[in-house]
């Protein structure tokens, strides 16, 4: 029995009929145009990662199937691999790093239009160290009257061992996934607000290792090779999403000493993209794919997480995440364990829906361009203004509004769970809640990069 075609949906041909969506503040581009899916049967890749849950939600409960779509999951070998998939169309749309659309689409590494019109979650990572690194962290770090140590870390208790490495000839080698991952940011982030330069990239030098001037010294390794590579001594610590940091404790090779909620609270990570021309020939296709998120993304938080072992149970399948029921229910479930046996309650570790997590705010993109300025891999200064139109290039807030206004009017969702699309400006509010207490407004990019001791800003560029 086939489906029915939900393209020809009535929201969607009055939007079509009044001519560029007038109701939709941030219409750019999209005309949605009623008719059938131009292609029903989809091929998705994804990482194993545990952020990838709201793929495989919405092809386990059905989301897919109630828009018509046909989907095919597959796990790639690498960020690199998954990128170059969506880029040649050998993928549809993929799980995606926040910063690979951005980075694609400003040329750095690879150049393709990439957009998002959804994010996948917030919060999710965490920055691990081997347990030799631990023990030289421990006398550095203040502990509660439990004598537990005191959250969250700062990376200021690294920078003694990180010395000690230096005297001994030695340098500190640490993972992240990626260089325009999440991971990596955070990372540098946290170094930097303890004091400790992460190193920059000089593309226009030719110099892509991100190591210039570095004290700690930042590398790509595979996510779900993280563990294993710490074990072999090849890195002293890492940036990784779950479930390999709770699989270190589990291993009992390392100790997470920060979760990157505590690095910036409520943290955007993962995306869903598919390259503009893709985007371009299947606008209904794009909005089905979009609107069938967004549903998996309200269930996996539904409830006060209620369906979580459920979706855990899921994920631990071998052509999902692939790791033990336990270890990822360690994270996805409320909690997080740092030292063995110092297991805290973390109900927001990883967001999949609450605080408009599936919202793709522009303030967002600008804030992972702000850190390719401040790292050199955007090597020369560039205006506000120009922050601004990547984000707005690469962001799609006007598709979402498309699928989120279909499953309130169809009884799916209501208003309440969407941010108010008459006045929402695509900019969230200052933040100011990030490690070291410096606020970010997404508005002014520039004066955000000044307030930072390391990094690039204004017209400097590595020398």
Known sequence: MSLPKVNSHPLRRWLSAIGILSVISFSTSLTAAPGELEKEDLRLGFIKLTDMAPLAIAKEKGFFEDE????????????KVLLDGVINGALDGAHMLAGQPLGATIGYGTQ???ITAFSMDLNGNAITVSNRVWEQMKPHIPTREDGKPQH??????????????????????????????THNYELRYWLAAGGIHPGYYAPHKGDSSGQLHAEAMLSVTPPPQMPSTMEAGTIDGYCVGEPWNQQAVFMGIGVPVIANYDIWKNNPEKVFGVSQQW??????????????????????????????????KILSQSYYVGADYD???????????YEKGDKRDTPDFNVFFRHHATYPFYSDAIWYLTQMRRWG????????????????????????????????EEGKLSATDFP???TETGFKAPQNEFIDGIEYDGTAPNAYLEKFAIGLKGEEQVD
């Open 68 to 79: 018509g779509l046909y989907v095919t999951l597959e796990a790639q070998a690498n960020w």
């Open 327 to 337: 270890v990822i229910a360690n994270s996805m479930t409320g909690t997080f364990e």
């Open 377 to 408: 891999q955007i090597p020369e200064a560039k205006p506000d203004s120009w922050y601004t139109e990547m984000a707005k290039k690469v962001y799609r807030p006007d598709i979402y509004q498309i699928a989120a206004m279909e499953l309130i």
């Open 152 to 181: 969250p870390i700062s990376a200021e208790s690294l920078k003694p061992v990180i010395d000690s490495f230096k005297q001994q000839g030695k340098s500190f080698n640490m993972g992240m996934v990626f260089p325009v991952s």
């Open 279 to 312: 985007a371009d020939k299947h606008p209904n296709t794009h909005i089905a794919l979009v609107k069938a998120l967004i549903r998996a993304a309200h269930w996996l938080d539904a409830e006060n997480n209620a369906n979580r072992p459920e979706a855990v």
């Open 420 to 422: 108010d699309f008459s």
């Open 112 to 114: 393709a239009d990439i």
